[in-house]
């Protein structure tokens, strides 16, 4: 894929640290970062940058060396303290290969890495559901929108088992490392948010997501009783 670097094995796994870096949070964290950052106030509106989901999670490819500085922008941006379920894999690190979704496949997976903000607002209920369902396959959340549907050449079971599947792929014809986000001047490129806006965002919904988390946990409790 792309030449990316590859281990041996299957499935496919890509070396991170290389030619890029993942920022691994909660889907529906994810999801929401990825509306605010393509809201209508915020110009340029950016064709965006590979993401994948991998049962509940999101994974957002960054620039090479952006999970070494994600401690220290944490802690410049005064997230540090807080328990946030965004973590990082860089050098050293591997991440299974993404499927291709389905041909013909509609929403922002459809799109070959030119997904802007209305294919972000139009596939933000994209999900997999594996911390509602208890699994990590792929599911419904949201308004009932589903991820599509992997390809249909499934040998070693990998989809069935909540493999990683884009969500926005990368280009193919170049440009795709080049839209990652990474730390630059104010704002970012033309193609991706600076790296410290994007992890700024990532953690504030990550906080509002683990805070909700917490006070549906009660009302659940209630509810069973």
Do not use: N
């Not at 991170?16 to 809201?39: C, E, I, K, N, Y």
């Not at 620039?63 to 005064?78: F, N, S």
């Not at 389905?102 to 594996?130: E, I, K, L, M, Q």
């Amino acid at each position: 894929m792309l030449g990316w670097p590859t281990a041996p094995g299957t499935p496919v796994r890509l070396r991170t640290g290389v030619r890029f870096d993942v920022l691994d949070v909660p889907v529906q964290a994810g999801h929401a970062a990825l509306r605010r950052l393509g809201s209508p106030g915020a110009a340029p509106r950016r064709p965006g940058f590979p993401v994948a989901l991998r049962g509940g999670r999101m994974l957002l490819l960054v620039a090479a060396g952006g999970a070494e500085e994600l401690p220290g922008l944490l802690e410049w941006l005064e997230w540090g303290s807080l328990p946030l379920d965004l973590t990082a894999v860089g050098a050293g690190g591997l991440v299974e290969a993404p499927l291709l979704p389905a041909t013909g496949a509609t929403g922002a997976a459809g799109s070959a890495g030119s997904a802007g903000a209305t294919d972000v607002a139009g596939s933000a209920d994209v999900a997999g559901s594996a911390d509602a369902a208890g699994s990590a396959d792929v599911g419904r959340v949201g308004r009932g929108s589903t991820l599509p549907p992997p390809r249909s050449r499934d040998h070693d079971g990998r989809a069935r088992r909540g493999a990683a599947v884009w969500l926005r792929p990368p280009e193919q014809e170049g440009g795709a490392e080049t839209s990652l986000p990474a730390l630059s001047a104010v704002g970012g490129t033309a193609a991706a948010p600076d790296l410290a806006r994007l992890v700024h965002t990532l953690a504030t919904e990550c906080h509002r997501f683990r805070l909700s988390s917490r006070c549906a946990s009660p009302r659940l409790a209630r509810a069973t009783r």
